[in-house]
């Protein structure tokens, strides 16, 4: 295959779970959601070319967000089995469309009974799941670092940053909001990413995010391409529908916008990834070189204070259920200790 192809960042509306009834209910419309989304694939496909190789779809496309459920209640009806229907659904639709596609959706783990993870999985054109990457980083929802040394036992640290080396460039998943956090993209870039796929659901404006401004950045700094999903809209709840709608996009490592979506439903962030001249441009020396000139044990060493501490739901070596309240407290205890070490003041 040429290291140059396609990419599609795909703008679709997310039909809410959260109305629904029960989980046999919530299942049924998630089947739907993805059905209709690889109608809109197989559709953008016929349009763009046959060179379309990737496509990224937005943040818990198919089912939402919470919206005040339980953990447990959530786990139980708005997750993806790792195993499950959904994921088998998905990898026919790669496969029939012969795309890598990148799926976020919440994820029950049967070495988490009652948890759930948001997980960022890339099934390849034959419709395996190739890499699975978990959110480290949420306010409201678990993450690996609340179970981190089972975590880290059952997956690894390669599990928690993972790389897939694939005929397409090395791929790596950032989730949502954790755009905003360059050590998130630093740790898969000096792991070899070369494609940072961005599933999210983020307002949209006509005037500049921090989210937008932190794609172009993320590329910059890691000498990577940035092919970021947006939602277009999500309906079924009360929210406004196109308050998490548009700006969907594809940028290069120089931080050039190669494609944006407008508002809507749109296949129109799609763009021509050059994975071979990246790597020229990876090897070429300079002050724009920066993985090859980053200090990185110097930085290491100046982040090491955490205010943040690992294992907050793990008792004895088992784990226990969060309620929503209790990442409020989490939160205002990690301020707290942040000025105990007089990184914030009154």
């Not at 993805?34 to 943040?59: H, N, T, Y």
């Not at 296949?267 to 763009?271: D, G, H, K, L, R």
């Given at each position: 295959?040429?290291?140059?192809?396609?990419?599609?960042?795909?703008?679709?509306?997310?039909?809410?779970?959260?109305?629904?009834?029960?989980?046999?209910?919530?299942?049924a419309l998630m089947?739907?959601?993805?059905?209709?989304?690889?109608?809109?694939?197989?559709?953008?496909?016929?349009?763009?070319?046959?060179?379309?190789?990737?496509?990224?779809?937005?943040?818990?496309f198919a089912s939402s967000y919470p919206l005040g459920d339980t953990i447990e209640g959530w786990a139980a009806k708005g997750s993806f089995?790792?195993?499950?229907?959904?994921?088998?659904?998905?990898?026919?639709?790669?496969?029939?469309?012969?795309?890598?596609l990148v799926s976020n959706a919440y994820e029950r783990d049967p070495h988490f009974p009652g948890l759930y993870f948001q997980s960022q999985v890339v099934l390849d054109d034959s419709g395996n799941q190739i890499l699975r990457y978990r959110r480290l980083i949420s306010l409201y929802a678990p993450s690996p670092h609340d179970v981190w040394d089972r975590y880290l036992d059952i997956y690894g640290i390669d599990g928690v940053f993972p790389v897939a080396r694939t005929p397409l460039g090395n791929l790596a998943c950032i989730a949502s909001e954790e755009i905003l956090y360059p050590e998130i993209a630093r740790a898969h870039g000096l792991r070899?990413?070369?494609v940072l796929l961005h599933c999210t659901s983020e307002v949209g404006s006509p005037e500049l995010t921090p989210k937008d401004i932190a794609k172009r950045a993320r590329a910059i700094e890691n000498i990577a391409y940035v092919v970021s999903a947006n939602t277009a809209g999500i309906s079924g709840v009360d929210m406004p529908l196109g308050s998490a709608d548009g700006m969907s996009k594809i940028v290069d490592d120089q931080g050039r916008v190669l494609a944006c979506a407008g508002t809507g439903e749109s296949?129109?962030?799609?763009?021509e990834l050059d994975i071979a001249g990246l790597r020229r441009r990876r090897q070429r020396p300079g002050m724009g070189n920066f993985l090859s000139r980053l200090p990185n044990a110097a930085v290491a060493a100046g982040v090491a204070p955490a205010a943040l501490a690992p294992n907050q739901l793990l008792q004895g070596g088992t784990h226990t259920i969060p309620q929503r309240a209790d990442f409020a407290a989490r939160q205002q205890a990690s301020i707290a200790?942040?000025?105990?070490?007089?990184v914030l003041h009154d």
């Open positions: 295959m040429s290291m140059a192809y396609r990419a599609l960042a795909l703008q679709t509306t997310c039909h809410a779970v959260n109305g629904c009834a029960d989980a046999g209910q919530a299942q089947a739907r959601n993805i059905e209709r989304v690889g109608r809109q694939i197989r559709a953008s496909k016929a349009f763009i070319g046959a060179d379309l190789k990737l496509v990224v779809l937005p943040e818990y089995a790792m195993d499950g229907a959904e994921y088998e659904q998905l990898g026919r639709i790669a496969q029939d469309n012969g795309v890598y070899g990413a070369e296949m129109a962030a799609s763009a200790a942040l000025k105990s070490l007089g």
